[in-house]
Nanobody, 120 residues
Framework: QVQLVESGGGSVQPGGSLRLSCAAS????????MGWYRQAPGKQRELVAT???????HYADSVKGRFTISRDSAKSTVNLQMDNLKPEDTAVYYC??????????????RGQGTQVTVSS
């Protein structure tokens, strides 16, 4: 079973930055792919960014050029650097780990979520 502990959420003004972190611990789970989803009130869950164990990244069009995902495989951590934040980035952000198939299916192991609020 895997445990995911997220940190780094908060409130920021438009144009500001936040950095989310997620640490995975436990055994018997795949962390081939690590990534972040987000869900805003009344909206569908959105896959924000993923990174494979080989370092290949993928971003949603809505965050390209503003967000950067990175991972430390030795520490089983994944980070999401969010710059030039916009009000539409406001959501609960969830760390997710699993196999590539897990992400295709929208499954895998998910953290408890951390709130990001962008408002003036």
């Amino acid at each position: 079973q895997v445990q995911l502990v997220e940190s780094g959420g908060g409130s920021v003004q438009p144009g500001g930055s936040l950095r989310l972190s997620c640490a995975a611990s436990g055994s018997g789970f795949s962390i081939e792919v690590m990534g972040w989803y987000r869900q805003a009130p009344g909206k569908q869950r959105e896959l924000v960014a993923t990174i494979t164990s080989g370092g290949k990244t993928h971003y949603a069009d809505s965050v390209k050029g503003r967000f950067t995902i990175s991972r430390d495989s030795a520490k089983s951590t994944v980070n999401l650097q969010m710059d030039n934040l916009k009000p539409e980035d406001t959501a609960v952000y969830y760390c997710n780990v699993g196999s590539p198939r897990d992400f295709v299916l929208g499954s895998g192991s998910r953290g408890q979520g951390t709130q990001v609020t962008v408002s003036s």
